[in-house]
């Protein structure tokens, strides 16, 4: 893969890449999509990354289906798929990690201690093993998108860092291969992710800046139906990730909710610059 890439550059080719766990959804292929028009060749690696699953997570039980990534890949022009094993990414001895201390603290790092780590140290390998000029990532998971940019510009890590909104089904439901998970009866009670953040777009579009007030409002839709269990819903400064009490600059509404088993996570940025 290093010396594909090497050779590139050496043409004056520019490569873009789209990081994955594979299972694809129209979230990824527009992540492709979008990626492929950015530069000559388009890398997107498949990997289910170990050592960012905890103990008790869905490692195991992560979807997984190749052949059907290749034919969806192949359907939006992807140049190669990256596909490494367990391990050639962690070979015996292995022992460095790559830690952003600040911004993956809250949210998602509350409740899953050492994912982030994990995150940003595979995404650390794949830039090196790939070495693009520009790397794609969805604001769907946007604790992951802040901890990315900040490891980049913190140990200047020589790419571009893309964010692109979330694709949505056309009820509203954020796309996630952990979707295929919910039963069909746990399904209505999983869009009441997007509709609590709806209402606290209406809620701050009418001029409420209260965090404490658009959440309790938001937190009442989830509670209402069945299967649903609060990991944390929280407004916070985008730069920071910290929680605030009001609104006054750019902020997101960050909601993780287990729905009977499956854990899915949602959020809205309000005020949002045009920033990627
Ligand atoms: P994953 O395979 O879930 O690790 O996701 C790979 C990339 O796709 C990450 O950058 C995710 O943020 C992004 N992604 C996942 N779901 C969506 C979605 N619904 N919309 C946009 N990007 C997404």
Redesign the pocket.
Known sequence: MQSYSEGMRLQGKRLAF???????????L??MKEAKKMADYLIVS?YVNPSQFGPKEDLSKYPRDFDRDLRMAQSVDVDVIFYPSDKEMYPENYQTYVNVEEVTKNLCGLSRPGHFRGVTTVCAKLFNIIKPHVA??????FQ??IAIKRMVADLNLDLQIV??????ETDGM?????NVYLKENEKPSALMLVHSLKLAQKLYAGGERNASVILSEAKKIITSVPYTDIDYIKICDTKTLTDIDEIADEAVIAVAVKVGKTRLIDNHVFGEKLYS
């Open positions: 789209v990081p994955t766990m594979g299972y694809f959804h129209e979230g990824h527009n992540l498949i794609v990532f969805g604001k769907k998971d992951q998108f964010g692109l909104p979330t694709v949505r954020a796309m996630s291969s952990r």
